[in-house]
């Protein structure tokens, strides 16, 4: 899928593609029979839109629960490419955004330019460079029509609602949720910003000998242009049929990384597909891709760090507690199925060392969607809506976990949360 494409812009025509994929994977499904040509189809038009289209696709591609079991493995092999091999834009259309958003031509502006890239994703595409000093880095590049493509994707609701289903569903997201995800979406499209939060988590993290953060290099930068050092390693495929002692290295990584950004940096990066990370045989993880972070207030932080310290001490009652906060709950039939969701989620850290396995992580997503039918029953006093800043979570916990269920390895998660909570004194 490294062919050169253009972005489809308008809202009719990247409704219409996208109608194709739900009519003819309905079809499929109902048909039975090999999904695999279906499958195929979906990634080609989704890889194809960008945007919030290929992040539906992304999701599905790794995140177990979303598509049934019988289909499962048909589609995330299909959709697999679209973490990082997309269909690219032109070369011509590259250069220009480039010289434009930098200021100069770009054999001034660099030594050496890879004219294929070397991945291409939903909002842009990435190439290898080198400076005139000689060091080798990774150019981001925004997709042409990307802004005006985005945009029509999130004025079209059921696509917005697509990707936020297995988030709770209509009756449970006020319009300032949905208003907070739009937020979030175009805040990708803000590379100036994406340097700020990547300095930001590269600072979190500065004592941690396994994560790698790539520096960013500020004045070959800019709105829609990221330049930052070039980074190697093994694929997330790859990764996973590394022996067992390392997976466990890159599992205890991952989870440090994920929640010391959550409970000290007071930031999560919101969109954990596997494309983002690069594996590195001596157990360190390069981290990539800070465009889709939440900021979470401080008064959330420290009930966060109050349900993470429950957890870790096996404390149901105190967990419960700090949920109730945390989630801003009401009386009422949903309120005891939304805490024992939430239970479920944190059983890696009650029942640590624990191994995360795949059947494990499609059973949160079932259970939300179980909550969302009830939900759909309900009188509106015993609803309540939880707090912006946790509507992502989710997203990354559902990704999150099932990327570590493919490593597939036993670790002591609780041992790794309570040793850089108290090195934060939280």
């Known amino acids: 899928?490294?062919?050169d494409r253009k972005v489809p812009e308008g809202r009719l025509g990247r409704l219409a593609r996208l109608a194709t994929v739900g009519l003819r994977t309905g079809a499929s499904m109902i048909a039975g029979g090999d999904a695999l040509p279906t499958?195929?189809?979906a990634a080609e038009v989704l890889g194809t839109l960008r945007g919030v289209a290929a992040k539906v696709g992304q999701m599905a591609s790794y995140v177990d629960g979303?598509?049934?079991e019988q289909h499962r493995e048909a589609y995330q092999v299909a959709l697999r490419g679209l973490r990082a091999a997309a269909p690219s834009s032109s070369a011509v259309e590259v250069r220009a955004l480039l010289e434009r958003e930098l200021g100069g031509p770009r054999e001034a502006l660099f030594a050496v330019w890879d004219e294929a890239p070397v991945a291409s994703a939903s909002i842009g595409q990435v190439h290898r460079a080198e400076l005139h000093d000689g060091r080798e880095v990774?150019?981001?590049?925004?997709?042409?029509?990307?802004?005006?493509?985005?945009?029509s994707d999130l004025a079209n609701a059921a696509m917005v609602e697509q990707l936020l289903g297995i988030a709770g569903g209509r009756r449970l997201n006020s319009k300032a949720l949905l208003d907070m995800v739009k937020g979030r979406f175009r805040e990708e499209l803000d590379y100036d910003l994406e340097a700020?939060?990547?300095?930001?988590?590269?600072?979190?993290?500065?004592?941690?000998?396994?994560v790698r953060i790539p520096r960013v290099v500020d004045e070959r930068s800019s709105a829609r242009v990221l330049t930052q050092d070039f980074a190697r390693g093994l694929a997330f495929e790859e990764a996973c049929q590394a022996p067992a002692a390392l997976r466990e290295k890159w599992a205890r990584t991952l989870w440090r990384f994920v929640f010391r950004g959550n409970l000290v940096g007071r930031m999560f990066n919101a969109d954990p597909h596997p494309g983002n990370y690069l594996f590195h045989e001596d157990g360190h993880i390069t981290f990539l891709d800070f465009g889709c972070v939440q900021e979470i207030p401080e008064d959330a932080q420290a009930?966060?760090?109050?349900?993470?310290?429950?957890?870790?001490?096996?404390?149901?009652?105190?967990?419960?507690?700090?949920?109730?906060?945390?989630?801003r709950t009401r009386p009422g039939a949903l309120e005891p199925l939304a805490l024992d969701f939430v239970r479920r989620c944190f059983e890696p850290l009650f029942a640590s060392p624990y191994r995360i396995r795949r059947p494990w992580a499609a059973e949160l997503v079932d259970g939300v969607k179980a909550m969302t039918l009830v939900a759909r029953r309900l009188p509106d006093d015993e609803l309540f809506t939880m707090p912006p800043e946790m509507l992502f979570m989710n997203r990354l916990q559902f990704g999150f976990y099932s990327v570590l269920a493919r490593l597939d390895v036993e670790v002591d998660y609780a041992a790794e949360e309570r040793r850089f909570l108290d090195d934060a004194g939280l």
Do not use: N
Request: glycine content about 4%; charged content about 30%; hydrophobic content about 45%.
């Open 196 to 210: 700020k939060r990547q300095r930001h988590f590269h600072a979190v993290h500065a004592g941690d000998p396994t």
């Open 303 to 327: 009930r966060a760090v109050r349900a993470h310290r429950a957890a870790i001490a096996r404390d149901e009652d105190a967990f419960r507690a700090s949920m109730r906060e945390l989630l």
């Open 39 to 41: 499958a195929r189809h």
């Open 66 to 68: 979303v598509v049934p």
């Open 138 to 151: 990774a150019v981001k590049v925004q997709h042409p029509g990307i802004v005006t493509a985005l945009e």
């Open 1 to 3: 899928m490294s062919d």
